[in-house]
């Protein structure tokens, strides 16, 4: 499917530029120029959108104005307009209209874009932006088309189904905004061609194994022989699959179920 298809009902206008902001790109290199991530360059420009994840104007009504696209994320986003005439981008929900009124408040009616705490939220509804702490803005389920699914209240926290079926105890007093994150059409779309991928500042890969050894721990060898290690590895030399990445081994006793291995989505 091609993108234009899914563009239709979004504002044609340039962003606010009060809301917008010029980042300089990088391209995968590091404070002495230094090519640290692989397959980076290139591109069209673009502005970020400074998205109010936090949404921190408690129990003031907010009015959608529009919805337009960001080409930061996967998802739309949505312009409101709160009751002091002050406008801020949030990320929009499945079901939202132009013209419809959200709020932050700790405790709303239960319908798609409003944010409150997740202890007054029912069981069975789903939540998206939601809250690591309870002063904190949101961080996670963000993603086009991802919700997690409250399961029951315990205590002063609340068990969330993550959209990786993981199921994870959360503080009852951190926020989250009721629905699912816009565009869940996102994983149908076809890049079409290699130009695209180009514009978004993806350069071209390359198989380890066609290189040579001096480039990367898997080349070398004649013909297709393989990586001749005993399992793979970084250009770096470091182990590649089956390492430990998860740091915050503290949060591991909020976790009530891990998520299922070899899952396919």
Known sequence: ???????????????????????????GRNNEGK??????????????????????????????????????????????EYADKTKAYVLAAQGLKKGDMVIVAESAETKPG????????????????????????????????????VLAHEGEHVHLQMPSKEIR?????????????????HRFIKVGKAGNTRLKRRRPQVRGLAMS?????HGGGEGRSGIGFSGPKTPWGKPALGVKTRRRKHTNTFIIKRRPKGRKS
């Open 35 to 80: 090519l640290t991530v692989r397959h980076r360059g290139g591109g069209v420009k673009r502005l970020y959108r400074i998205i109010n994840f936090g949404q921190e104007k408690i129990n003031m009504p907010a009015t959608i104005k529009d919805f337009e696209y960001d080409p930061n994320r996967t998802s739309y986003i949505a312009l409101v």
């Open 1 to 27: 499917m091609k993108v234009a298809k899914f563009k239709r009902h979004l504002s044609k206008k340039r962003p606010q530029p009060s809301l917008t902001l010029a980042i300089r790109e990088r391209a």
């Open 114 to 149: 409003n944010r409150m705490k997740i202890k007054n939220i029912p069981v069975g509804t789903d939540v998206f932006n939601i809250g690591i702490q309870p002063d904190s803005k949101g961080g996670l389920v963000r993603s086009a088309g991802s919700a997690a699914k």
């Open 213 to 217: 050894p001096k480039d990367h721990p």
């Open 169 to 185: 105890k959360i503080d009852g007093d951190c926020f989250a905004t009721v629905g699912a994150v816009s565009f869940p059409e």
